[in-house]
Nanobody
Framework: DVQLQASGGGLVQAGGSLRLSCAASGFTVENYSIGWFRQKPGKGKEGVGSISTQDGSTDYKNSVKGRFTISSDKAKNMVYLQMDNLEPEDTALYYC??????????????????WGQGTLVTVSS
């Protein structure tokens, strides 16, 4: 079974950092694209960014560029979302998703095949 599990969420003050992890099982992340998404209270799901783990190329939503970094550890079959300089507006339930395509538009959640359960990030002002 293909499974993804996001973890690492928590409560942090504005300006702080968190690193979210996405553990993959049943497939090798090297052959997949992995995306990060979030759902703010009362809002729909939005793409944050993605990585094509085969070549390490990344893409990010404008509002998180320069603050968020997606990376992968192929040996551990993990993908990470490093979030720095967090803002209260980043408060959301964060998900990781996978696709066997080498590159997938992170802004189109319907293009992603596999989804993990979310991890909650709360940023206090």
């Amino acid at each position: 079974d293909v499974q993804l599990q996001a973890s690492g969420g928590g409560l942090v003050q504005a300006g702080g950092s968190l690193r979210l992890s996405c553990a993959a099982s049943g497939f090798t992340v090297e052959n997949y694209s992995i995306g990060w998404f979030r759902q703010k209270p009362g809002k729909g799901k939005e793409g944050v960014g993605s990585i094509s783990t085969q070549d390490g190329s990344t893409d990010y939503k404008n509002s998180v560029k320069g603050r968020f970094t997606i990376s992968s550890d192929k040996a551990k079959n993990m993908v990470y979302l490093q979030m720095d300089n967090l803002e209260p507006e980043d408060t959301a339930l964060y998900y990781c998703a996978g696709s066997p395509s080498l590159w997938v538009d992170y802004s189109a959640d319907f293009l992603w095949t596999y989804w993990g359960q979310g991890t909650l990030v709360t940023v206090s002002s």
